[in-house]
């Protein structure tokens, strides 16, 4: 892992990171998604794409939704700039809709600087951590097997976790939102659960 502009990023992410910073071009009407990792972001990929194309795929037997994993319709900027650095969000049907766990800071010039909305999603930190432990224990079961939890909370605590340091990221939008709420949404995963029409 490596720190780049206060956050942990592993080598591949942080190739696409730059990439991304160097290349990407936001539009006025675009709806940028951050969140960071394991914090629900499947399920806000899917509210969020349901929501901007409502009036395109009406519910029915033929929605994308129904068939298509939501990380393919809605692209993941320093993931996608990791595994092509030639990528283009240019054929993207306005308004594109496109993820990422890039703290304020770091996202490219274009976004800070165009009209488009930033939706800022944050969640309980322990909720985080379990879920990141979890999902970590899965992708690498033997590598994971020896690491106590005790350990995991600590590097937890330090930010030593692809996009942390938690509170770091988190406040970056929280004041965001508050200087400018007409273009981040600043929202938490309890609300949403709870009040999810709304």
Same mark, same amino acid.
């Given at each position: 892992m490596y720190q780049f502009e206060g956050s942990w990023q592993t080598q591949a992410l942080l190739q696409g990171l730059l990439n991304c910073q160097k290349h990407f071009e936001a539009k006025d009407s675009d709806v940028i998604l951050v969140t960071l990792p394991k914090l629900g972001t499947t399920w806000l990929k899917t509210?969020? *794409?349901?929501?901007?194309?409502?009036?395109? *795929?009406?519910?029915s037997g033929n929605h994308p939704l129904l068939t298509t994993n939501p990380h393919s319709l809605v692209p993941y900027l320093e993931g996608d700039y990791c595994a092509s650095p030639d990528v283009s969000f240019s054929e993207l049907p306005s308004p594109r809709l496109v993820q990422t766990h890039i703290t304020h800071r770091s996202l490219p010039v274009s976004i800070k600087s165009s009209s488009c909305k930033i939706v800022y999603c944050c969640r309980n930190p322990k909720d985080l951590f379990v879920s990141i432990w979890h999902f970590g224990r899965k992708l690498a079961p033997e590598e994971t097997a020896d690491y106590p939890i005790e350990k995991a909370v600590e590097a937890f605590c330090k930010g030593k976790f692809i996009g942390g340091p938690f509170w770091d990221h988190m406040l970056e939008y929280w004041y965001e939102s508050r200087k400018n709420p007409n273009k981040v949404l600043f929202v938490t995963y309890e609300e949403l659960k709870k009040q999810t029409e709304s």
């Amino acid at each position: 892992m490596y720190q780049f502009e206060g956050s942990w990023q592993t080598q591949a992410l942080l190739q696409g990171l730059l990439n991304c910073q160097k290349h990407f071009e936001a539009k006025d009407s675009d709806v940028i998604l951050v969140t960071l990792p394991k914090l629900g972001t499947t399920w806000l990929k899917t509210l969020l *794409f349901a929501l901007i194309h409502r009036h395109k *795929f009406p519910v029915s037997g033929n929605h994308p939704l129904l068939t298509t994993n939501p990380h393919s319709l809605v692209p993941y900027l320093e993931g996608d700039y990791c595994a092509s650095p030639d990528v283009s969000f240019s054929e993207l049907p306005s308004p594109r809709l496109v993820q990422t766990h890039i703290t304020h800071r770091s996202l490219p010039v274009s976004i800070k600087s165009s009209s488009c909305k930033i939706v800022y999603c944050c969640r309980n930190p322990k909720d985080l951590f379990v879920s990141i432990w979890h999902f970590g224990r899965k992708l690498a079961p033997e590598e994971t097997a020896d690491y106590p939890i005790e350990k995991a909370v600590e590097a937890f605590c330090k930010g030593k976790f692809i996009g942390g340091p938690f509170w770091d990221h988190m406040l970056e939008y929280w004041y965001e939102s508050r200087k400018n709420p007409n273009k981040v949404l600043f929202v938490t995963y309890e609300e949403l659960k709870k009040q999810t029409e709304s």
